[in-house]
Nanobody, 120 residues
């Protein structure tokens, strides 16, 4: 099965930068998309950024111009470069991978989450 390894969370000052990374391993026949989502207590998990197999990207309006998502193959990895961080960016960030396991079966996997805290 597919497993995800997340890293990069931590404490950062407002205006600072942080990079999140997620590596996927296992039986990924073809990748559909990888992305990052975040959630805070009392709020549902929300999209931050995604990138598909053709390198097309999509960002939440709240992070456009500040965050950049990139992806590489072999192994499948996704990186979120976060600049100009604000206290409201504080959340648990989750890596997401959508893929085909074979010609007809698709799957979705979530990481365990990594905490990003933006505070002075």
């Amino acid at each position: 099965q597919v497993q995800l390894a997340e890293s990069g969370g931590g404490l950062v000052l407002p205006g600072g930068s942080l990079t999140l990374s997620c590596a996927a391993s296992g039986n990924i026949f073809r990748l559909i998309a990888m992305g990052w989502y975040r959630e805070t207590p009392g709020k549902e998990r929300e999209l931050v950024a995604t990138i598909n197999s053709g390198q097309a990207t999509h960002y939440s309006d709240s992070v456009k111009g500040r965050f950049t998502i990139t992806r590489n193959n072999t192994p499948n990895t996704v990186t979120l470069q976060m600049n100009g961080l604000r206290p409201e960016d504080t959340a648990v960030y989750y890596c997401n991978v959508r893929y085909y396991g074979d010609f007809v079966t698709h799957g979705e996997v979530w990481g365990q989450g990594t905490l990003v805290t933006v505070s002075s």
